[in-house]
């Protein structure tokens, strides 16, 4: 423990953490139905940042930010405060905190509202620089809170996205891109020959299997920790009846590249692999890798995040497979990584909970960094 450290009182830097928490965890912020408006956590937030310039923003849809700023600071703390919808399966009000003696149970309490609520009691309790970024699209598949921000034309030596990483600094992940493609064929009775063009179903099989071979030829491919492609096909319709050539074959696929993989390239391959080609053929969402950029750039940026979270005092883990914005700073030219308390396994779950633990460590690591001026 550095001498910083012992000036910290960590007990009550989590007492207001929890505090801070059951707040964010009783506004509902679920994503869909993406009914999130300037008031409501946002009134709460900006009682909350006293000394800090806030600018609040609407970029519509549900999608709104909160730009908090302190001085002049050398990192942007970034974390979104939208959830998904709670399920059948909780046991209790998703919107009311409960805190046992080693958890806080709350929808969003680990995915991430349990980062922010630890950034405001940093922000409370500490007197140093300071930058903070809430948004509320991150479930969207619909970036308008980053890519809005970004306009502004921001400079930041690095950005600090919190999920749940397990208290360490995650420096690459994966792309996602999700696919939609149409395959037509021509109807008619099943009982005749067909060519292979003549069912469009039949051309969405053969493609399935080639696709799921060119998975496999992929999985000998490296990167931070990292190996192979992942691949799914999420859905296939068409057809009308069994005895029926199919006319039309629908298919949603994706794909999660690594940061050394081009994704542009690997798209066309996709969409070539078998004859006919697909009549419609798109992107729904695109989430680039991270670190952006081909492989030299991608390593050039891993390895200076990695020289700043050892400079923070952040310990380094491994790279993940799930998407995060971080990958959107990074392709607009950040040095950008992920950290934040709590376990990717329980976002997205019933009765999802965060660490007390973790959401204590996190707490007293932001603020060693904001009070000793690095941040």
């Not at 039309?248 to 993989?261: A, E, N, V, W, Y």
Request: one cysteine or more; a negative charge; charged letters at 20%.
């Amino acid at each position: 423990m550095s001498t910083a450290d012992t000036t910290i009182d960590s007990a009550g830097l989590l007492k207001a953490t929890l505090g801070h928490l059951r707040a964010l965890v009783s506004h509902d912020t679920r994503n869909p139905p993406r009914e999130i408006g300037t008031g409501g956590i946002f009134d709460y937030l900006r009682d909350q940042l006293q000394g800090f310039d806030v600018a609040v923003t609407d970029y519509g849809a549900g999608a709104v930010t909160l730009f908090a700023t302190r001085g002049n600071p050398k990192y942007l703390f970034n974390v979104h405060l939208d959830t998904v919808p709670d399920s059948p399966h909780w046991t209790q009000n998703p919107h009311t905190l409960t805190v046992t003696e080693d958890r806080a149970v709350g929808l969003g309490a680990c995915d991430i509202k349990g980062a922010a609520a630890a950034l405001v009691a940093v922000a409370q309790a500490s007197k140093g620089d300071m930058a903070i970024l809430l948004s509320t699209d991150e479930e969207a598949n619909d970036a308008r809170c980053i890519e809005g921000f970004l306009k502004s034309n921001p400079r930041y030596e690095a950005v600090i996205v919190a999920e749940p990483t397990q208290g360490e600094a995650v420096l690459a992940h994966r792309g996602i891109h999700s696919v939609q493609m149409r395959f037509k064929g021509r109807a008619g009775h099943a009982s005749g020959d067909q060519q292979p063009s003549d069912s469009a179903l039949h051309q969405a099989i053969r493609w399935g299997a080639a696709a799921l071979d060119f998975q496999q030829a992929q999985s000998h491919e490296r990167f931070g920790g990292l190996t192979g492609l992942r691949f799914n096909i999420g859905k296939v319709e068409g057809g009308i009846k069994a005895n029926m050539i199919a006319p039309t074959g629908d298919i949603r696929f994706g794909f999660r590249p690594l940061p050394s993989m081009d994704a542009d390239r690997m798209l066309e391959t996709f969409r070539t692999l078998v004859e006919p080609l697909p009549v419609e053929y798109g992107e729904t969402f695109r989430g680039d890798s991270l670190p952006a950029g081909d492989t030299a750039t991608a390593e050039a940026r891993r390895l200076a995040a990695r020289d700043i979270a050892d400079d923070l005092g952040i310990p380094v883990g491994n790279a993940v497979d799930f998407w995060t914005e971080a990958a959107l700073f990074s392709a607009a030219g950040f040095i950008s990584f992920v950290y934040g308390p709590g376990n990717i396994a329980q976002a997205h779950t019933a009765d999802e909970w965060v660490s007390l633990a973790q959401l204590e460590d996190y707490a007293r690591t932001i603020y060693r960094i904001v009070d000793s001026g690095n941040a």
